[in-house]
């Protein structure tokens, strides 16, 4: 199939984080003929949301995402309400630096319990809450399913099919404000993704994030490969999401504590960039 479009890659910073900042991530990205960025909220706060924005406008970046909301389930409903409150905050910051979407890490399992399912019940009361006010601000919410290893501490929401059923209770009429995103390093192994993808249309995909599954894999958070380095069959599933009618940039989100992290940032940028155009 074609190469991909080099003007729809995306620098996730998380991809970059031990070694810049949000100013050099950002003058990275313009150094190296990257279009689109996704910060972290903690990379955000260096800069402030206003002062972030200015420069990305400056510097003629799309904002692909900001990572990430989410985090409902907690123990106690004060928990639960400062988890929205939090909420709040990030889709504000969203709305200033102009993001495409708010990305939801949704959260595990509260803390010493067992419940699964009452989990995923205090996700879905918890998107309800915030979906409101993501439509006020104009911020998409993209739920993005993690693998299922990270059920009990990051995400009870572990497939596209799970994810897109809470689209289909939350915004029925597919207005555009609540979606997924698809990240390649959480679905792949998924027998459904062809057909998930397909069911979510252009209208629920929002945002696409790639990076490689290693064999094997060392570290369950802070090991994930660059593209062409791992199993993933990045080719086959962008055809399916373009298939799908996703025209959006593809962000590379790459945690890696043993090898890109310890490199130098523009290595890691001119390789990256590289592997988008020939193995992604
Ligand atoms: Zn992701």
Redesign the pocket.
Known sequence: MASPDPQRLSL?TATVRERWNLAQTIEGCARHGIRGISPWRDKLDELGAAQAARRIRAAGLTVTGLCRGGMFPARTAAGRRAAIADNRKAIEDAATIGAKCL?LVVGGLPQGSRDLAGAREQVKEGIAAILPHARQCGVPLAI?PLHPMYAADRACVNTLSQALDLCDALDPGKTGALGV?V?V??VWWDPQLQAQIRRAGRKRILAY?ICDWLVPTTDLLLDRGMMGDGVIDLKRIRGWVEGAGYRGFHEV?IFSARNWWRRDPDEVLATLKARHRRRS
């Open positions: 996730n990305v993005e995103a990240d390093y959480h994030h989100e």
